[in-house]
């Protein structure tokens, strides 16, 4: 996408926090509240795009934090988006080369120019990358729960709203027997489970009876950064294996899919540095016939809104974690908020991220704001 050259203005980061409406359990911790990062990028006549990092408060998840992520855009990324005008959103990930890792913190930026952009040229940003999707399907991402009669009644709900599969987060001691119980309630339904790296392959015959119930496919299981075990493992078992920890570039999809480490691909915008990264390991895994869908960091409209244009991309053929704004928060940062109608959400089609901003809720979660002037 192009337009004359965008010269940015200045850059407000804001840290907001905001309660869960449900705290959420994974095999590393419980998350009762979120607080993330919000990054608007304002050119030289006023418009503005917006991006949210996905680093949450404890490197559980991946190697980043809220802190980490402030003091690499602080120090390093701004830097190099006020250094030269912008042509298109595609050329930033080059900028940010020669910084390693910290994708949550390249996303954050990268997601707000692409914003940017595609409200300058007046489309909608699905349109900007190429999606051609006006409805999404989605499937619900339940945590750890304190007993299994709980969980039942949680899944019981989400298929009766109409969600397009469910997912259950296991870890040892919360998988077996939790998956008999529900599978002898809901026989039928698309069903998934995510562990999160909570296995090992000491852990080889809990993961291969995982066969027994018709799982669409399990997510993670083995070490975050190991895509040789998850191979080892893939060759042993027939569901299929999902990475997500494990895939950060278009090369680690490259390798891991190689190597036979996984069947499906869990593509999130903010663990591969941006959108530009996420769209060509689409189109990669769209070639390699390998299936892909999209993530969830349990994000704000803002991060939804971005989740919800990369879906429109076709290779986006399984259910993602991209639920209604309602599933997580009592109000959202955006307007309308996400909503959907039996595990279907419309895909806007207003400029940009296609949702307006509403900065009273914006101004009502912010702890602390900081300005960059380009100067
Ligand atoms: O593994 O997909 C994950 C949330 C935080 C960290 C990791 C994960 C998740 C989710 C949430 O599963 C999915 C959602 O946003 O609803
Ligand atoms: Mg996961």
Not at 105 to 130: H, M, P, Q
Not at 164 to 172: L, V
Not at 184 to 190: A, G, K, Q, V
Not at 340 to 355: L, M, Q, R
């Amino acid at each position: 996408m192009n337009s004359k050259k965008t010269v940015l203005n200045r850059i407000v980061m804001r840290k907001l926090c905001m309660n869960l409406k449900n705290s959420f359990t994974t095999s590393f911790g419980t998350l009762k509240e979120k607080e993330f990062l919000l990054v608007e990028a304002i050119d030289e006549d006023g418009n503005s795009g917006w991006g949210e990092s996905v680093a949450i408060f404890s490197p559980w998840y991946n190697e980043e934090t809220v802190k980490t992520n402030e003091s690499v855009m602080e120090d390093f990324l701004i830097p190099f988006l006020f250094k030269d005008p912008i042509v298109s959103p595609e050329e930033i990930r080059k900028r940010f080369m020669h910084i390693r890792r910290n994708n949550m913190a390249k996303s954050a930026l990268e997601t707000a120019v692409w914003d940017l952009f595609a409200k300058k040229n007046n489309i909608a940003l699905t349109k900007a990358l190429g999606g051609k999707k006006d409805e999404i399907e989605v499937g619900i991402s339940i945590g750890i729960q304190n007993s299994i009669e709980h969980l039942l009644s949680l899944i019981d709900r989400y298929v009766d709203e109409g969600y397009k599969r469910i997912k259950i987060k296991i870890m040892p001691g919360w998988d077996i027997d939790v998956l008999e119980k529900v599978r002898d309630r809901f026989p039928d339904i698309p069903l998934m489970v995510d562990a999160n790296s909570a296995y090992t392959l000491k852990d080889l015959e809990i993961l291969r009876r995982l066969d027994e119930f018709n799982l669409m496919m399990i997510e993670q299981p083995l070490g975050y950064d190991d895509i040789i075990d998850h191979a080892e493992l893939q060759s042993q078992i027939n569901t299929p294996i999902c990475l997500d920890e494990s895939i950060h570039s278009l090369g680690d999809a490259r390798k891991a899919i190689k190597l036979g480490s996984c069947k499906i691909i869990n593509i999130k915008i903010g663990r591969v540095g941006g959108l530009t990264e996420a769209k060509e390991i689409h189109d990669y895994c769209a070639e390699k016939k390998i299936p892909v869908w999209c993530g969830g960091m349990l994000e704000s409209g803002i991060g939804r809104a971005h989740n919800i244009a990369l879906t429109t991309l076709s290779n986006f053929i399984l259910p993602g974690d991209t639920a209604p704004s309602s599933h997580y928060w009592n109000e959202d940062i955006i307007e309308p908020e996400v909503t959907a109608d039996n595990g279907t959400i419309k895909v806007p089609s207003e400029p940009g991220i296609g949702y307006s901003i509403n900065r009273i809720k914006i101004d009502k979660f912010t702890v602390c704001s900081k300005t960059y002037i380009n100067k």
